[in-house]
């Protein structure tokens, strides 16, 4: 009888690499078809350009560190970043946005760690943040507004190809809009949230089209749930972290935004469900994910709530990220045969 041995980890799950990332994109279809539908093409050409990037810069630093190109590049990880950044993007973003982004995301904080599974942070975030601050103007005003909302003209995607490419300001103006969380942040000092939510922005605007957007997203993350592919505890810990802020700090909507709108308004469902459970870098135990999560939505809600910056996801993420290790280290679960898990700086001679 032979024995057949194999070294850990042991899994359960028979999905390759290329399978969960190729599975991943799928479940991201109905966000971007529902970005797509009401905030144009844009976000398209973004994630097309984007994935373009992220394969050929791909491609340059595997031929430079003489690792295997078509093997690489075919695991789903490039094209999963570049989708990633372009759902991330303004819609009207100029091309040389998501260009950047990705080049970063690829080259800089995913090659330059080892490649897929090495790297410290999650390189779509990552190359927002370092768009966002470098770029604030176009990262700002570049925002696309409902199509059909108010007159605006629904853009087809010849028109969209030339913005992109083009970014005459002077189309900007009309077809631009602030984000829903930032309008309100910014309203609610001259409004009441009830008179606020009322206005064509909020009632037919934004907040109707990020809405169905956020369902999107849940839908797509759920479905990997069901196939096992993620686990519901960072997501979950995402969700309770935003939600347990806003009940203590946004029990008055005409101060600070209403818990509705940090749930459905903004980057929520997307950090929440495909973010926050990049397995290479979150934390690796049931009990991690939910502490990394909950860190999460806590801080998405403080930035949100009294920085400058209105949608915190990829801010946050970041954070948690520095943070995982360490969270890693503090919910090892407990090892077979022992009575208590290994927690903090356990001597050697503790699990003898």
């Known amino acids: 009888m032979i024995l057949a041995t194999s070294s850990s980890p042991h899994t359960k799950n028979n999905l390759s690499i290329t399978a969960i990332m190729m599975w991943v994109a799928a479940t991201l279809l109905p ?23 992220a394969f050929v810069s791909e491609a340059f630093i595997l031929k430079l560190r003489k690792r295997p190109v078509i093997k690489t590049l075919t695991d789903g990880s490039a094209l999963l970043t570049g989708l990633f950044i ?61 199509q059909g909302l108010n007159g605006i003209e629904r853009l087809d995607i010849t028109q969209q190809i ?8 002077d189309i900007f103006d009309g077809i631009t809009m602030a984000t829903p969380l930032d309008h309100y942040k910014t309203n609610i000092k001259n409004k009441t949230a009830d008179e606020l939510l009322k206005t064509d922005e909020f009632a037919n605007g934004p907040l109707y089209g990020i809405f169905w957007v956020n369902l999107a997203f ?15 505890h960072a997501p ?16 008055d909507p005409d101060i600070h935004m209403p818990i509705s709108l940090h749930l459905m308004g903004g980057a929520t469902m997307l950090g929440a469900f495909f973010i926050a459970t990049d397995p290479a870098t979150t934390a690796t135990s049931n009990k991690g994910k939910i502490i990394f999560g909950l860190g999460v939505g806590m801080f998405t809600y403080i ?20 943070a995982a290790p ?15 898990s290994m927690k903090g700086f356990a001597l050697k001679d503790d699990y003898k």
């Open 303 to 322: 930035i949100r709530t009294w920085g400058n910056f209105p949608d915190a996801i990829a801010f946050s993420i970041l954070i948690m990220n520095f």
């Open 162 to 169: 030339e913005i992109t490419f083009s970014g005459s300001p």
């Open 31 to 53: 966000g971007l078809v529902a970005l797509i539908h009401f905030f144009g093409w844009g976000y398209l050409i973004n994630s097309l350009i984007a994935i373009l990037i």
């Open 218 to 232: 849940l839908f797509g993350g759920l479905l990997l749930i069901m196939k096992k592919i993620i686990t519901w």
């Open 86 to 146: 372009g759902l991330s993007l303004p819609g009207y973003a100029p091309w040389w946005i998501p260009v950047v982004a990705s080049l970063f995301a690829i080259i800089f904080i995913k090659q330059l760690y080892g490649g897929l599974g090495q790297n410290l942070f999650n390189p779509a975030m990552g190359a927002f943040a370092l768009v966002l601050i470098s770029f604030p103007l176009p990262m700002t005003t570049s925002w696309a507004a409902p």
């Open 236 to 251: 979950a810990g995402v969700i309770a972290g935003v939600t347990i802020m806003s009940l203590i700090f946004s029990s």
């Open 326 to 340: 360490f969270i890693d280290y503090y919910s090892r679960p407990r090892v077979y045969g022992k009575s208590g």
